[in-house]
């Protein structure tokens, strides 16, 4: 019985870091650039109690041995890149990635991070910036005589200016990973490079497979809030009839303790 309670004991463990996922995915629903979390659950080391294929003492061998499980834990959580939904602004500086890519940012500790909210801003040097003061990489810097910029699907950045020309001031630049799963999530919607996710891939967007950039929009959370809240529902059911088995195994220990 005390195995059991054990064995129930790591159910709601499992079943609680999953409602703090879908938790965390319901609260971002509405987070320009969020992608919503993955979490995989793996079975416990088993008990061997009869090897499968044990002799069974006259030359015969069991077909099937006697193992029992000791629960449940969390093996991974991961992000899904999936494309989310597009929102309209027509500001001029919101970005969207429409495909695979991440923008390459400079925090304002100094880190390089990669980020798909594309919400930018202009600093006071004219530089593109994250409200949270990251700025894009390679920098862009709109001179204080524009009237008008503009940005294609290849990230080609063209300013207005005052006498009527035309001028190429930047190109955005897109980066992809070998493993966009193995990034390391460090909020705001920045992610860093880990060993798992391999160094960053720079790239033109619209070129060799990188998405598109398209201008007065952001990319919406991936979060599907229907799916979410069934599987808030079914976790609620797996951490209740977890905590029912604890019940009828202490029960069942109260009553091998009360034995005359």
């Given at each position: 019985m005390l195995k059991s309670l054990n064995t129930a004991a790591t159910s709601l463990n499992a079943q609680q870091a999953n409602i703090e996922r879908i938790s965390n995915d319901l609260a971002n629903a509405n987070t320009d650039g969020y992608k919503r979390g993955s979490l995989e659950f793996e079975d416990l080391m088993y008990t061997t109690l009869k090897e499968p294929g044990a002799a069974l003492g006259d030359a015969s061998q069991s077909p099937v041995g006697v193992q029992v499980g000791t629960g449940v834990k969390v093996g991974a959580v991961h992000?899904?890149?999936?494309?989310?939904?597009?929102?309209?602004?027509?500001?001029?500086?919101?970005?969207?990635?429409?495909?695979?890519?991440?923008f390459q940012v400079q925090q304002p500790n100094g880190q390089i991070g990669y980020t798909r909210n594309g919400a930018f801003h202009l600093d006071a040097q004219g530089r593109l910036t994250l409200s949270?003061?990251?700025?894009?990489?390679?920098?862009?810097?709109?001179?204080?005589?524009?009237?008008?910029?503009?940005?294609?699907g290849n990230g080609e950045i063209q300013a207005l200016m005052q006498d009527g020309n035309l001028t190429v001031i930047g190109q955005v630049q897109l980066h992809t990973f070998q493993?966009?799963?193995?990034?390391r999530s460090e909020g705001?919607?920045?992610?860093?490079?880990?060993?798992?996710?391999g160094e960053a891939i720079p790239?033109?967007?619209?070129?060799?497979g990188f998405g598109i950039i398209q201008q007065g929009a952001l990319e919406s959370s991936n979060t599907n809030v229907a799916n979410s809240m069934v599987e808030m529902i079914t976790t609620q059911r797996a951490y209740e009839m977890g905590t029912k088995v604890m019940g009828v195994a202490d029960k069942m220990l109260e009553s091998t303790v009360n034995l005359r």
């Open positions: 992000k899904i890149f999936e494309q989310g939904p597009a929102r309209m602004t027509y500001h001029p500086y919101d970005l969207m990635i429409q495909g695979n890519g991440f949270n003061g990251a700025m894009l990489l390679p920098q862009v810097t709109v001179p204080p005589n524009t009237t008008n910029v503009m940005i294609n493993n966009e799963q193995g990034l705001a919607g920045i992610y860093q490079v880990s060993q798992a996710s790239g033109i967007p619209n070129e060799n």
